[in-house]
């Protein structure tokens, strides 16, 4: 499997194509564009029915050696099967199977034949989606390098969940140091102490005093020093980081066949989306074969996902512009995966998303709506991936977290409630809807507390963590000042 950048001039694709150990370790190309196989492998329906009674790390196994083949198949046999236990995905609800790691629960059902359904994907270490993906992350880098006896340097920005996820997974790993910057104050008290109380010598917190995309766009002009970034070894864990993209993929062919029955039925996902990892992963599960109706992005008061699934107008905010809300996670006004999937809209021509994407960064965006002045017209191409979307605000957040909870028992985050109100609004005939987990609820008990006036269930080991110390600085967003941090830090 070969791997090129979205920015590639087509005449310089093939020549550039890499494989997968060569971009594991780093984010974006030296194009400054996102990698993504020359072609998707393709899932049969044999192979749909073979992998229905796999354990979840034997299908991340069938799943990833499709994209890793510079992987000896025995050795990533090994590193899936020492990810995905039972004992690191361990924090499942009352009622839940951890054994089956991303259990499904049926919310509603209704007599047209309607489902929708919540698929359990926060069980992990630190109560995240990201973990999912995060833990194999860690063992992948830890396995490359030592066989190139080399060491790494992460450098990654957080709205919240992906900092804790990166630490917890990379902690104590041979050769890692993890520099993570996230936007201060504006995490869940619990988020930020999940992050800041670690005190291990290879993690470094770094606060930037700004909103999450001012700590994003640093990552990625660290990333564009191609000198700084060699270096300083230079490596990203953010879902820019192809293998963390892949690693999603899996759990919506979990997903979808603990689901259904045969590969004749479809079903639709809604996915509370920020930066577009996660719900890019659903866009390459589709493109391999997976019957996926529809892919539905939920946003928070931070639209410009919805706004271009609505209009063909990406027009991404300004810090100013940006909303701290009560879903934290998702308060992104540039979602850098969304790269990916335009990419994939203008028929894989590099020449083309580079040129829009130079855009964004000079005018804010661009039109894809075919209108007088627009950029282009793909737009009308947009119903053929099957993306929908939809938009959640604090008040409905708190509302489905009150209706979830009276109706169902559970008590849901408030980014998965963001998904449960966008998922009511796309319900179809005959169609199960999988609303994707976000999180626990405990990581956002302040809004928990003003919905339900109690706080949420804490898994044990979590009780107090607010109160332990903590361990981080405070900078601006100045990108000079970062590279020096690090320099001192890595002692290259």
């Not at 890499?18 to 190309?29: E, M, P, R, V």
Request: aromatic fraction near 10%; charge should be negative.
């Amino acid at each position: 499997m070969q791997y090129v950048s979205t920015r590639a001039a087509a005449s310089a694709a093939a020549s550039s194509s890499q494989q997968f150990s060569d971009i594991l370790l780093g984010g974006l190309a030296v194009d400054g564009g996102l990698f993504l196989p020359t072609a998707y492998p393709q899932v049969t329906g044999a192979e749909l029915d073979a992998w229905r009674q796999l354990s979840y790390a034997d299908l991340a196994f069938e799943i990833l050696k499709k994209f890793a083949t510079d992987i000896p198949e025995a050795d990533l046999r090994a590193l899936t099967a020492k990810t995905y236990t039972k004992e690191v995905y361990k924090n499942a609800r009352k009622g839940e199977k951890a054994s089956q790691i991303t259990p499904l629960r049926v919310l509603e059902e209704g007599e047209n034949g309607t489902k929708l359904v919540l698929q359990a994907l926060s069980n992990g270490p630190t109560l995240a989606f990201k973990d999912m993906a995060m833990q194999l992350l860690g063992n992948l880098f830890e396995y490359t390098l030592a066989k190139q006896n080399a060491q790494l340097n992460i450098f990654g920005a957080t709205s919240g969940d992906t900092g804790s996820a990166a630490e917890y997974a990379m902690r104590g790993k041979q050769g890692i140091r993890v520099f993570m910057l996230s936007p201060h104050k504006k995490m869940s008290a619990f988020q930020t102490a999940q992050m800041f109380s670690l005190q291990d010598p290879n993690i470094f917190n770094i606060a930037i005093e700004g909103v999450f995309d001012d700590a994003q766009d640093m990552v990625k002009a660290v990333s564009n020093d191609l000198p700084f970034k060699a270096k300083q070894k230079i490596g990203t864990v953010n879902s820019i980081n192809w293998a963390r993209v892949v690693a999603q993929v899996v759990y919506y062919f979990r997903g979808y066949l603990s689901a259904t029955t045969s590969n004749d039925q479809k079903v639709s996902f809604t996915v509370p989306s920020g930066n577009f990892g996660n719900i890019c992963a659903g866009h390459i599960a589709r493109m391999m074969g997976l019957p996926i109706d529809k892919l539905v992005a939920a946003t928070n008061e931070n639209d410009v996902l919805d706004e271009f699934f609505r209009t063909g107008v990406y027009r991404v905010r300004k810090s100013s512009e940006t909303y701290h809300t009560s879903s934290p996670s998702m308060d992104i006004s540039k979602a850098s995966n969304f790269e990916r999937f335009i990419y994939d809209l203008v028929g894989r021509d590099g020449d083309r998303t580079r040129a829009l994407f130079q855009k964004v960064e000079t005018h804010g965006g661009f039109d894809l709506s075919g209108k007088p002045g627009a950029d282009g017209d793909e737009f009308k191409l947009v119903a053929k991936y099957g993306f929908k979307s939809g938009k959640s605000t604090h008040d409905d957040r708190l509302n489905t977290i009150r209706d979830v909870a009276d109706d169902y028992g559970i008590v849901i985050d408030t980014h998965t409630a963001d998904g449960i109100k966008v998922a009511r609004e796309h319900l179809e005939p005959g169609v199960t809807m999988i609303v994707l987990e976000t999180a626990l609820a405990a990581k956002f008990n302040e809004t928990i507390l003003d919905a339900l006036g109690e706080d949420a269930e804490r898994p044990e080991g979590f009780e107090n963590i607010e109160d332990l110390p903590q361990k981080f600085v405070v900078m601006p967003p100045d990108v000079e000042k970062m590279k020096a941090y690090i320099a001192a830090n890595t002692g290259l």
